[in-house]
């Protein structure tokens, strides 16, 4: 069973808010990515940790703040973002890196006002 | 460098009509290659994937073949359904460290009954 768990499923916030997405994979992966993906384009990729550390963050800006508290569960912390923001932020999940399949969760959406 | 280039879309087909949608890359390597699909308003399902050369990928009715000699992975399906309407990613990654995933533009496919 290949299943990545998102939460929440849609989420309004303001420009001042504090809020979180989360992640959760059951299957034992050891990479877990988050990539934003704006309407009727391709995913992007955001960041990407390995065994529960950060291994890759692409160019972010620093109101993205990404929390990995354990092999199982990822976050995404988000603080004073833009309305350009606003965006389909998909969570995934691979056995480890280098060449193994990528899942996908159903995503978060995301409408900043 | 790595790239997937996808045929542009839309794309609308009747019911039972065979479908191809053509996916070449340019990589650095041997990657390992992919389709996934987007029903609207959910977030990536793998739909299959080839990772070495010749090898051909298959579910619910969908194939593709991983062609190096063509740098291809065409997407085809003998009898398209009103459920197979969607949008389709090519993908390709090329088993380095980062494990990230090339996607093509993506092709909105739109079956009518």
């Known amino acids: 069973d290949t299943e990545v768990t998102q939460t929440p499923k849609h989420l309004v916030m303001g420009m001042t808010n504090k809020k979180s997405l989360k992640c959760e994979q059951h299957?034992?992966?050891?990479?877990m990515y988050w990539y934003k993906q704006k309407a009727k384009k391709p995913p992007e990729l955001m960041f990407v940790?390995?065994?529960?550390?950060?291994?890759i963050n692409e160019s972010v800006p620093s109101r993205f703040s990404p929390e990995c508290p354990n092999s199982s569960l990822l976050n995404l912390h988000l603080h004073a973002l833009q309305p350009e923001d606003s965006a389909l932020y998909l969570c995934?999940?691979?056995?480890?890196?280098?060449?193994?399949?990528?899942?996908f969760g159903e995503g978060s959406w995301l409408t900043v006002v | 460098g790595n790239s997937v280039t996808q045929m542009e879309g839309p794309v609308t087909l009747s019911e039972e009509a065979f479908l191809t949608i053509n996916c070449t890359y340019t990589?650095?390597?041997?990657?390992?290659l992919f389709w996934y699909v987007q029903y609207p308003g959910e977030g990536l399902q793998l739909l299959l994937k080839?990772?070495?050369?010749?090898d051909k990928g298959s579910n619910k009715g969908f194939e593709a073949t991983y062609r190096k000699e063509t740098t291809s992975f065409h997407l085809e399906k003998g009898s398209v359904q009103v459920s197979d309407s969607a949008v389709y990613f090519c993908?390709?990654?090329?088993?380095?460290?980062?494990?990230?995933?090339?996607f093509g533009t993506g092709t909105r496919l739109t079956v009518i009954p």
């Open positions: 995934a999940s691979s056995r480890a890196l280098s060449g193994n399949t990528i899942y």
């Open positions: 299957m034992g992966h050891r990479a």
């Open positions: 940790y390995s065994y529960e550390k950060l291994s």
């Open positions: 990589a650095t390597g041997y990657p390992s």
């Open positions: 080839a990772t070495k050369a010749d």
């Open positions: 993908a390709l990654s090329d088993k380095t460290g980062a494990n990230n995933l090339f």
